[in-house]
Protein backbone atom coordinates (compact mmCIF):
# COMPACT_ATOMS: atom_id res chain seq x y z
CA UNK A 1 0.00 0.00 0.00
CA UNK A 2 2.38 2.26 0.48
CA UNK A 3 4.93 1.85 -1.43
CA UNK A 4 2.12 1.82 -4.79
CA UNK A 5 1.10 5.40 -2.60
CA UNK A 6 4.70 6.65 -3.24
CA UNK A 7 5.43 5.26 -6.60
CA UNK A 8 1.45 7.49 -7.76
CA UNK A 9 3.07 9.89 -6.15
CA UNK A 10 6.55 10.32 -7.80
CA UNK A 11 5.37 9.52 -11.04
CA UNK A 12 2.08 12.44 -11.30
CA UNK A 13 4.64 15.07 -10.41
CA UNK A 14 7.85 13.83 -12.86
CA UNK A 15 9.27 17.75 -12.74
CA UNK A 16 9.55 17.89 -9.20
CA UNK A 17 11.00 14.35 -8.51
CA UNK A 18 13.48 14.73 -11.94
CA UNK A 19 14.83 17.86 -10.28
CA UNK A 20 14.91 16.46 -6.43
CA UNK A 21 16.78 13.22 -7.86
CA UNK A 22 18.98 15.58 -9.49
CA UNK A 23 19.77 18.05 -6.89
CA UNK A 24 21.19 15.34 -4.54
CA UNK A 25 22.73 13.29 -8.07
CA UNK A 26 24.82 15.88 -8.54
CA UNK A 27 26.77 16.57 -4.71
CA UNK A 28 26.87 12.35 -5.48
CA UNK A 29 28.49 12.71 -8.60
CA UNK A 30 30.92 15.22 -7.03
CA UNK A 31 31.79 13.22 -4.17
CA UNK A 32 32.68 10.22 -6.74
CA UNK A 33 34.15 12.84 -9.17
CA UNK A 34 36.88 13.90 -6.59
CA UNK A 35 37.47 10.54 -5.32
CA UNK A 36 37.89 8.78 -8.66
CA UNK A 37 40.59 11.82 -9.54
CA UNK A 38 42.74 11.28 -6.25
CA UNK A 39 42.43 6.91 -6.93
CA UNK A 40 43.10 8.05 -10.54
CA UNK A 41 46.55 10.28 -10.05
CA UNK A 42 47.43 7.27 -8.05
CA UNK A 43 46.86 4.60 -10.54
CA UNK A 44 48.19 6.27 -13.18
CA UNK A 45 51.63 7.38 -10.83
CA UNK A 46 51.71 3.57 -9.93
CA UNK A 47 51.53 2.53 -13.82
CA UNK A 48 54.31 4.78 -14.51
CA UNK A 49 56.63 3.76 -11.65
CA UNK A 50 55.84 0.32 -12.66
CA UNK A 51 57.05 1.32 -16.58
CA UNK A 52 60.44 2.26 -14.96
CA UNK A 53 61.60 -1.46 -14.43
CA UNK A 54 63.27 -0.51 -11.79
CA UNK A 55 63.30 -2.42 -8.38
CA UNK A 56 64.79 0.04 -6.37
CA UNK A 57 64.14 3.55 -6.11
CA UNK A 58 67.00 6.08 -4.25
CA UNK A 59 66.36 9.97 -2.96
CA UNK A 60 68.04 12.40 -1.82
CA UNK A 61 67.35 13.47 1.89
CA UNK A 62 64.02 15.14 2.06
CA UNK A 63 62.77 13.66 -0.98
CA UNK A 64 59.01 14.45 -1.64
CA UNK A 65 56.21 12.67 -2.84
CA UNK A 66 53.86 15.32 -3.76
CA UNK A 67 56.35 17.64 -5.37
CA UNK A 68 58.54 18.17 -8.59
CA UNK A 69 62.58 17.44 -8.24
CA UNK A 70 65.59 19.37 -8.30
CA UNK A 71 68.96 17.12 -9.17
CA UNK A 72 70.95 17.51 -6.15
CA UNK A 73 72.44 13.96 -6.10
CA UNK A 74 76.20 13.50 -7.06
CA UNK A 75 76.07 11.70 -10.56
CA UNK A 76 78.87 9.20 -9.12
CA UNK A 77 76.24 7.86 -7.11
CA UNK A 78 74.87 6.34 -9.78
CA UNK A 79 78.38 4.40 -10.39
CA UNK A 80 78.79 4.01 -6.78
CA UNK A 81 75.34 2.67 -6.53
CA UNK A 82 75.73 0.08 -9.73
CA UNK A 83 78.71 -1.63 -7.78
CA UNK A 84 76.10 -2.62 -5.32
CA UNK A 85 75.89 -6.77 -5.17
CA UNK A 86 72.81 -7.72 -6.88
CA UNK A 87 72.31 -4.51 -8.42
CA UNK A 88 72.91 -5.17 -12.71
CA UNK A 89 71.52 -1.79 -13.76
CA UNK A 90 71.95 1.70 -12.07
CA UNK A 91 70.13 4.56 -13.87
CA UNK A 92 70.38 8.17 -12.78
CA UNK A 93 67.62 10.31 -13.96
CA UNK A 94 66.80 14.05 -13.71
CA UNK A 95 63.18 15.67 -13.16
CA UNK A 96 62.33 19.16 -13.30
CA UNK A 97 58.58 20.41 -12.08
CA UNK A 98 57.36 22.09 -15.42
CA UNK A 99 53.60 23.05 -14.25
CA UNK A 100 52.02 23.61 -11.29
CA UNK A 101 51.19 20.60 -10.39
CA UNK A 102 53.67 18.55 -8.69
CA UNK A 103 53.27 15.89 -10.96
CA UNK A 104 53.47 18.20 -14.11
CA UNK A 105 57.64 17.02 -14.70
CA UNK A 106 59.99 16.61 -17.77
CA UNK A 107 62.37 14.07 -16.83
CA UNK A 108 65.88 14.00 -18.15
CA UNK A 109 67.30 10.65 -19.05
CA UNK A 110 69.98 8.49 -20.76
CA UNK A 111 67.84 6.69 -23.53
CA UNK A 112 70.05 3.78 -24.09
CA UNK A 113 70.39 3.16 -21.01
CA UNK A 114 66.61 4.24 -20.40
CA UNK A 115 65.85 1.31 -22.93
CA UNK A 116 67.70 -1.32 -21.08
CA UNK A 117 66.32 -0.86 -18.00
CA UNK A 118 62.82 -0.18 -19.09
CA UNK A 119 62.16 -2.11 -22.27
CA UNK A 120 62.45 1.43 -24.18
CA UNK A 121 58.92 3.42 -25.55
CA UNK A 122 56.56 2.14 -27.49
CA UNK A 123 55.94 4.78 -30.30
CA UNK A 124 52.53 6.23 -31.50
CA UNK A 125 54.07 9.07 -33.69
CA UNK A 126 57.68 8.59 -35.12
CA UNK A 127 60.17 5.97 -34.21
CA UNK A 128 63.68 5.11 -32.58
CA UNK A 129 65.67 7.14 -34.89
CA UNK A 130 63.82 10.49 -33.93
CA UNK A 131 64.67 10.00 -30.47
CA UNK A 132 66.84 13.33 -28.81
CA UNK A 133 68.42 13.58 -32.09
CA UNK A 134 68.99 17.43 -31.23
CA UNK A 135 69.03 19.24 -28.02
CA UNK A 136 65.37 20.83 -27.94
CA UNK A 137 63.74 17.28 -28.95
CA UNK A 138 61.07 16.35 -26.70
CA UNK A 139 59.30 13.07 -26.07
CA UNK A 140 55.86 13.35 -24.93
CA UNK A 141 53.16 10.50 -24.09
CA UNK A 142 49.59 10.19 -25.91
CA UNK A 143 48.03 12.08 -22.76
CA UNK A 144 50.58 14.83 -22.66
CA UNK A 145 49.78 15.07 -26.58
CA UNK A 146 46.11 14.89 -26.41
CA UNK A 147 45.84 17.61 -23.74
CA UNK A 148 48.35 20.12 -25.06
CA UNK A 149 46.83 18.83 -28.29
CA UNK A 150 50.36 18.81 -30.39
CA UNK A 151 51.48 16.08 -32.38
CA UNK A 152 54.91 14.63 -33.63
CA UNK A 153 56.68 17.30 -35.26
CA UNK A 154 55.13 20.19 -33.19
CA UNK A 155 55.97 22.54 -30.38
CA UNK A 156 55.30 23.30 -27.32
CA UNK A 157 56.64 25.36 -24.23
CA UNK A 158 57.85 23.72 -21.14
CA UNK A 159 60.73 24.98 -18.51
CA UNK A 160 60.68 29.08 -20.40
CA UNK A 161 62.21 27.15 -23.62
CA UNK A 162 60.52 26.28 -26.51
CA UNK A 163 60.96 22.29 -27.52
CA UNK A 164 60.27 20.31 -30.79
CA UNK A 165 58.27 17.13 -30.12
CA UNK A 166 60.55 14.37 -31.66
CA UNK A 167 58.10 11.56 -30.70
CA UNK A 168 54.53 10.43 -29.18
CA UNK A 169 54.88 7.31 -27.00
CA UNK A 170 52.50 5.27 -24.91
CA UNK A 171 52.28 6.61 -21.86
CA UNK A 172 53.00 4.29 -18.29
CA UNK A 173 57.21 4.79 -18.56
CA UNK A 174 57.83 7.07 -15.71
CA UNK A 175 56.82 10.40 -17.35
CA UNK A 176 54.36 12.32 -19.44
CA UNK A 177 57.66 14.11 -20.96
CA UNK A 178 61.35 12.99 -21.85
CA UNK A 179 64.54 15.18 -22.36
CA UNK A 180 67.89 14.46 -22.84
CA UNK A 181 69.55 14.10 -19.59
CA UNK A 182 72.66 16.75 -20.34
CA UNK A 183 69.75 19.04 -21.51
CA UNK A 184 67.86 19.18 -18.34
CA UNK A 185 70.86 19.28 -16.16
CA UNK A 186 72.51 22.46 -17.96
CA UNK A 187 68.60 23.81 -17.65
CA UNK A 188 68.76 23.14 -13.80
CA UNK A 189 72.44 24.04 -13.27
CA UNK A 190 72.72 21.15 -12.14
CA UNK A 191 75.93 19.40 -14.23
CA UNK A 192 77.18 15.89 -12.89
CA UNK A 193 74.07 15.50 -10.74
CA UNK A 194 70.97 13.71 -11.01
CA UNK A 195 67.28 13.48 -9.11
CA UNK A 196 66.88 10.00 -8.41
CA UNK A 197 68.99 6.60 -9.22
CA UNK A 198 66.93 3.50 -10.21
CA UNK A 199 68.54 0.39 -9.70
CA UNK A 200 67.61 -2.96 -11.59
CA UNK A 201 68.46 -6.34 -10.15
CA UNK A 202 69.55 -9.54 -10.81
CA UNK A 203 66.42 -11.16 -9.14
CA UNK A 204 63.44 -9.18 -7.61
CA UNK A 205 63.73 -12.41 -4.90
CA UNK A 206 66.99 -9.95 -3.82
CA UNK A 207 65.06 -6.75 -3.33
CA UNK A 208 65.21 -7.12 1.10
CA UNK A 209 68.72 -8.13 0.83
CA UNK A 210 70.12 -5.44 -1.29
CA UNK A 211 67.22 -2.52 0.86
CA UNK A 212 68.76 -3.81 4.44
CA UNK A 213 72.56 -3.20 2.90
CA UNK A 214 71.99 -0.09 1.13
CA UNK A 215 69.88 1.47 4.17
CA UNK A 216 72.85 0.64 6.48
CA UNK A 217 75.32 1.76 4.33
CA UNK A 218 77.23 4.87 6.26
CA UNK A 219 77.25 7.22 2.61
CA UNK A 220 73.66 7.21 2.39
CA UNK A 221 72.05 7.53 5.27
CA UNK A 222 69.51 9.63 5.40
CA UNK A 223 68.63 8.52 2.37
CA UNK A 224 64.88 7.65 0.63
CA UNK A 225 65.53 4.21 -0.51
CA UNK A 226 62.62 2.29 -1.19
CA UNK A 227 61.16 -0.75 -3.33
CA UNK A 228 58.71 -0.41 -5.90
CA UNK A 229 55.96 -1.76 -3.71
CA UNK A 230 57.00 0.41 -1.11
CA UNK A 231 56.75 3.36 -3.27
CA UNK A 232 53.31 1.91 -4.59
CA UNK A 233 51.99 2.32 -1.20
CA UNK A 234 53.66 5.43 -0.01
CA UNK A 235 51.69 7.34 -2.55
CA UNK A 236 48.13 5.38 -2.14
CA UNK A 237 45.58 7.95 -1.62
CA UNK A 238 45.43 7.50 2.07
CA UNK A 239 49.15 7.62 2.88
CA UNK A 240 48.19 11.50 2.23
CA UNK A 241 46.42 12.96 4.14
CA UNK A 242 45.51 16.13 2.06
CA UNK A 243 43.94 14.35 -0.22
CA UNK A 244 41.62 12.43 2.81
CA UNK A 245 40.87 15.86 4.36
CA UNK A 246 40.31 16.75 0.94
CA UNK A 247 37.80 14.15 0.53
CA UNK A 248 35.99 14.40 3.91
CA UNK A 249 35.14 17.96 3.27
CA UNK A 250 33.40 17.38 -0.18
CA UNK A 251 31.60 14.55 1.45
CA UNK A 252 29.91 16.99 4.22
CA UNK A 253 29.17 18.89 1.67
CA UNK A 254 27.46 16.10 -0.25
CA UNK A 255 25.56 15.85 3.18
CA UNK A 256 24.43 18.87 3.79
CA UNK A 257 23.26 19.77 0.26
CA UNK A 258 21.12 16.85 0.01
CA UNK A 259 19.73 17.34 2.84
CA UNK A 260 18.73 20.93 2.53
CA UNK A 261 17.77 19.87 -0.95
CA UNK A 262 15.38 16.95 0.26
CA UNK A 263 14.17 18.92 3.37
CA UNK A 264 12.75 21.51 0.60
CA UNK A 265 11.38 19.31 -1.62
CA UNK A 266 9.72 17.11 1.20
CA UNK A 267 8.37 20.42 2.84
CA UNK A 268 6.38 21.31 -0.49
CA UNK A 269 5.44 17.65 -0.97
CA UNK A 270 3.73 17.94 2.39
CA UNK A 271 2.04 21.41 1.53
CA UNK A 272 1.04 20.58 -1.73
CA UNK A 273 -0.62 16.61 -0.15
CA UNK A 274 -2.54 18.93 2.62
CA UNK A 275 -5.57 17.75 1.87
CA UNK A 276 -4.28 14.10 0.16
CA UNK A 277 -2.81 13.97 3.98
CA UNK A 278 -6.23 14.95 5.02
CA UNK A 279 -8.11 12.47 2.87
CA UNK A 280 -5.69 9.18 4.08
CA UNK A 281 -6.25 10.25 7.84
CA UNK A 282 -9.99 10.81 7.62
CA UNK A 283 -10.17 7.32 6.31
CA UNK A 284 -7.45 6.00 9.19
CA UNK A 285 -4.00 6.06 8.51
CA UNK A 286 -1.82 6.37 11.88
CA UNK A 287 0.45 9.32 12.15
CA UNK A 288 2.91 6.40 11.31
CA UNK A 289 1.66 5.71 7.86
CA UNK A 290 2.13 8.91 7.28
CA UNK A 291 5.34 9.49 8.68
CA UNK A 292 6.44 6.13 7.11
CA UNK A 293 4.93 7.40 3.23
CA UNK A 294 6.62 10.52 3.90
CA UNK A 295 10.18 8.60 4.33
CA UNK A 296 9.63 6.03 2.08
CA UNK A 297 9.21 9.02 -0.91
CA UNK A 298 12.46 10.38 0.51
CA UNK A 299 14.46 7.09 0.94
CA UNK A 300 12.91 6.42 -3.27
CA UNK A 301 14.52 10.22 -4.14
CA UNK A 302 18.10 9.15 -2.17
CA UNK A 303 18.17 6.07 -4.12
CA UNK A 304 17.64 7.54 -7.54
CA UNK A 305 19.91 10.52 -6.54
CA UNK A 306 22.64 8.21 -5.98
CA UNK A 307 21.96 6.55 -9.45
CA UNK A 308 21.83 9.44 -11.10
CA UNK A 309 25.35 10.55 -9.80
CA UNK A 310 26.83 7.49 -10.72
CA UNK A 311 25.90 7.90 -13.85
CA UNK A 312 27.26 11.41 -14.09
CA UNK A 313 30.57 10.34 -12.63
CA UNK A 314 30.91 8.41 -16.18
CA UNK A 315 30.35 12.01 -17.81
CA UNK A 316 32.71 13.60 -15.88
CA UNK A 317 35.03 10.86 -16.39
CA UNK A 318 34.57 10.99 -19.95
CA UNK A 319 34.90 14.90 -19.92
CA UNK A 320 38.12 14.90 -18.11
CA UNK A 321 39.58 12.33 -20.25
CA UNK A 322 38.62 14.45 -23.55
CA UNK A 323 40.20 17.85 -21.81
CA UNK A 324 42.78 17.14 -19.11
CA UNK A 325 43.66 13.08 -19.22
CA UNK A 326 47.03 14.51 -17.92
CA UNK A 327 46.09 16.46 -15.40
CA UNK A 328 43.50 14.74 -13.91
CA UNK A 329 43.06 11.60 -14.57
CA UNK A 330 39.80 9.78 -13.58
CA UNK A 331 39.25 6.42 -12.01
CA UNK A 332 35.46 4.95 -11.92
CA UNK A 333 35.71 3.47 -8.06
CA UNK A 334 32.73 1.21 -7.91
CA UNK A 335 33.43 0.63 -4.02
CA UNK A 336 32.53 3.85 -2.76
CA UNK A 337 29.03 3.37 -4.18
CA UNK A 338 27.37 2.23 -1.74
CA UNK A 339 29.20 4.69 0.22
CA UNK A 340 27.44 7.05 -1.52
CA UNK A 341 24.38 5.71 -1.35
CA UNK A 342 24.44 5.59 2.42
CA UNK A 343 25.60 9.50 2.15
CA UNK A 344 22.31 10.24 -0.01
CA UNK A 345 19.96 7.45 1.59
CA UNK A 346 21.01 9.45 5.30
CA UNK A 347 20.74 12.96 4.09
CA UNK A 348 17.39 11.84 1.98
CA UNK A 349 15.53 10.74 5.45
CA UNK A 350 17.34 13.37 7.73
CA UNK A 351 16.27 15.82 5.44
CA UNK A 352 12.41 14.32 5.38
CA UNK A 353 12.02 13.98 9.04
CA UNK A 354 10.88 17.53 9.67
CA UNK A 355 8.25 17.88 6.70
CA UNK A 356 7.13 14.30 7.87
CA UNK A 357 6.89 15.88 11.72
CA UNK A 358 4.86 18.04 10.28
CA UNK A 359 2.46 15.84 7.82
CA UNK A 360 1.52 13.69 11.35
CA UNK A 361 0.36 16.69 13.30
CA UNK A 362 -2.18 17.17 10.50
CA UNK A 363 -5.84 18.35 11.57
CA UNK A 364 -8.03 15.57 9.69
CA UNK A 365 -10.84 18.16 9.45
CA UNK A 366 -8.59 21.62 8.52
CA UNK A 367 -6.68 19.48 5.90
CA UNK A 368 -9.78 18.63 4.22
CA UNK A 369 -11.17 22.01 3.88
CA UNK A 370 -7.16 23.07 2.79
CA UNK A 371 -7.68 24.65 -1.25
Do not use: C
Request: a negative charge.
Amino acid sequence: MILRLVWENIRFRPMRTLLSVLLIGVPVMLILTLVGVSHGFMEDSHRRMQGVGADIFVWPPGHSFTGGSSAPLPEKSVDFLAKVPHVAQAEGVVQMLAGKLPWDTVTGIDYPIFKQMSGGFNFIEGNESDVFRQPDDLVVDTEFASEQHVHRGGKVKLLNRTWNVAAVVESGKMAHAFAQIAVLQQLDNAVGRVSQVNLKLDNPANVPLVLNELKQTPALDGYDIHSEKEVVDLTSADSIPAISVFVHVIEGIGVFTGLIVVSLSMYMAVLQRTREIGILKSLGATKAFVMKLILWEAGAMGVGGTIAGIALSFVSQAVLKQFVPESLPQAIVPIWWPIVLGIALGSALLGAVYPSMIAVRQDPIEALAYE
